[in-house]
């Protein structure tokens, strides 16, 4: 077994211990009394710091791997509008109506920009991003997160299941834990590309 072989083993274990604490998490929220994974909940910040750290894994790459920049400051960016995104009541209630709007409208005018200006460079790395690990990784966490999060914790739904005895609490667990599963696996795929971006610099400064 090669050193490389043992450090993606290691790296599984340590993913599978972060799965594994995410349910003390939830176990915490399950027991306040505060009202149960809302705003104020460990599980929102654990959302909210999941996808900070992303970003700057996506940051860490811009900045140190060139031949990979341009597409690492575009998925950052991407993570970085939904980062702004879970501060939407925040933002709105102590700066104006819709500030979080104009923060994400910014980012991508700046992405957009920077994008725009090296997409010979960024149509070179998509091919090659697209068949990676971090990128299958990524797919994933984002329909986890976006999607399926949504609709399983669709109202109705939890309506139908519980009928007379249905608790906004649950479904709020639902929906909040699945969505904090699916930005774990976001960050994931953020670390896994810091690996990935590495390996594609070493290998193209060797061809060089």
Do not use: C, H, P, Q
């Given at each position: 077994m090669t050193k490389e072989q043992i450090f993606k083993i290691i790296r599984i274990i340590i993913y599978s211990g972060y799965l594994l604490a995410l349910s003390l998490v939830f176990l915490h929220d399950a027991r306040s009394t505060e009202g149960k994974f809302y705003e104020n909940s460990l599980t929102e910040y654990f959302q909210e710091g999941t996808f900070f750290i992303t970003v700057l894994a996506y940051l860490f790459c811009t900045i140190n791997y060139k031949k990979t920049a341009s597409l690492s400051l575009l998925v950052g960016g991407f993570f970085l509008m939904a980062f702004i995104r879970e501060f939407d009541a925040v933002l709105d209630a102590y700066v104006y109506d819709g500030a979080w709007q104009t923060l994400v409208?910014?980012?991508?005018?700046?992405?957009?920009?920077?994008?725009?200006r090296s997409r010979d460079s960024l149509m070179n790395q998509l091919p090659h991003y697209m068949i990676s690990y971090p990128f299958g990784l990524m797919i994933g966490g984002m329909l986890v997160t976006f999607i399926y999060s949504r609709l399983f914790g669709e109202t109705i739904m939890w309506?139908?299941?519980?009928?007379?005895?249905?608790?906004?609490d649950v479904k709020n667990a639902?929906?909040?834990?699945?969505?904090?599963?699916?930005?774990?696996?976001?960050?994931?795929?953020?670390?896994?590309?810091?690996?990935?971006a590495k390996n594609n610099e070493s290998s193209q400064s060797s061809v060089s």
């Open positions: 409208l910014i980012v991508i005018v700046f992405i957009g920009y920077k994008s725009f309506k139908t299941v519980m009928e007379e005895n249905y608790v906004r639902v929906e909040e834990s699945v969505e904090l599963l699916g930005d774990s696996i976001i960050l994931f795929a953020g670390l896994e590309f810091i690996f990935w």
